[in-house]
Nanobody, 115 residues
Framework: QVQLVDSGGGLVQAGESLKLSCVAS????????MGWYRRAPGKQRELVAH???????IYGDPVKGRFTISRDDAKNTLYLQMNDVKDDDSGVYYC?????????WGQGTQVTVAS
């Protein structure tokens, strides 16, 4: 069973940085499509960042230029570096991975931005 364990959320001041991690098991992130979504209270889930096995990245418009998705193949871990965070970045962030056409999700990690 694929398992994704995301962590790294917390309380952060506006303008500061935070780094989320997603440790993957039974899925090779080097060749898989991986990414991050978030959900804020009262809002729909939205794409934050997406990374293909070939290394192509896609970012949601609200985070372009501020967030960076990356991975450590040796650790089979996906990251999301969040810089210059804003109030609207608050929400629960979910790691996901796609293997053989099936999507898997982490349990979510809460990010709260205080202004």
């Amino acid at each position: 069973q694929v398992q994704l364990v995301d962590s790294g959320g917390g309380l952060v001041q506006a303008g500061e940085s935070l780094k989320l991690s997603c440790v993957a098991s039974r899925i090779n992130i080097k060749i898989s499509t991986m990414g991050w979504y978030r959900r804020a209270p009262g809002k729909q889930r939205e794409l934050v960042a997406h990374l293909t096995g070939g290394g192509k990245t896609i970012y949601g418009d609200p985070v372009k230029g501020r967030f960076t998705i990356s991975r450590d193949d040796a650790k089979n871990t996906l990251y999301l570096q969040m810089n210059d965070v804003k109030d609207d970045d608050s929400g629960v962030y979910y790691c996901y991975g796609r293997k053989l056409g099936v999507e898997y999700w982490g349990q979510g990690t809460q990010v709260t931005v205080a202004s």
